[in-house]
């Protein structure tokens, strides 16, 4: 069975990320991070999606609302200009990572649920960044021969939320929340937001629990 490492956060999308690459006859090797994150409920969320998931612990080094409670969560709507929820250089060090247990487990594709459409604007998510690391990634290793897989890419939340109910994904196990209060979503960060207007377009009732609903 040819193998595929999964970037999995415990988010919506790497939730349906996962689900497409076993649909498409993948061996899933899981993979998350502790990086300081505030919302670490999405942590055990991954481990509730993929029960042989690896979890890497990173240093925090701060510059962001999402792993410093000193800079507040945006709660006003999503804009397009890149967010303090930016995470400096995260996908670059999480890709990193995924690269090198690709190469030890011996799979040549990575899958990572990036998101050209609705999302927050974050230069990691997208097109020329993928290419960009997919270039580097096969001129940098031993193996080679690697591709960086982005199903998500062009898809709105609507669309992603439709084939990952087609696949089976039970979105009661995933959590979205850049700011949760306890294991309530906030309803309002810019990642609420964008879900529950997916949810909201695919005609479809978010499972989760929200605390300002």
């Known amino acids: 069975m040819k193998r595929a490492v999964i970037l999995l956060s415990g988010g919506l999308d790497s939730a349906t990320c996962l689900a497409i690459a076993k649909a498409e006859g993948f061996e899933c090797f ?5 990086y300081g994150q505030r919302h670490k ?10 029960p042989n998931h690896k979890i890497i612990t990173i240093p925090n080094f701060g510059g962001s609302a999402l792993v410093d409670n000193k800079i507040e969560v945006p709660k006003s709507g999503v804009t397009t200009e890149i967010p303090v929820t930016y995470v400096p250089a995260r996908n670059i060090i999480f890709l990193s990572f995924a690269l090198g247990y ?11 649920g990036v998101n050209a459409l609705d999302y927050s604007g974050y230069p990691d998510c997208r097109p020329d960044f993928i290419n960009a690391f997919q270039n580097m990634a096969n001129l940098g290793t031993k193996a080679g021969g690697f591709k960086i897989n982005t199903p998500l890419i062009n898809l709105t939340k609507a669309e992603i939320i439709a084939l990952g109910t087609k696949l089976g994904v039970d979105y009661s196990l995933t959590t979205s929340c850049y700011d949760p209060i306890g294991l309530d979503a906030c309803g309002k ?15 479809l009732k978010d499972p989760i629990n929200y605390t300002a609903y």
Request: net charge negative.
């Open 189 to 203: 960060c810019d990642a609420c937001r964008l879900r529950l207007k997916g949810f909201a377009e695919s005609g």
């Open 102 to 112: 690709a190469e030890v487990v011996g799979a040549s594709d990575i899958f990572i």
């Open 41 to 50: 409920h999405e942590i055990e969320c991954a481990k509730n999606l993929s």
């Open 30 to 34: 899981t993979l998350g991070f502790d």
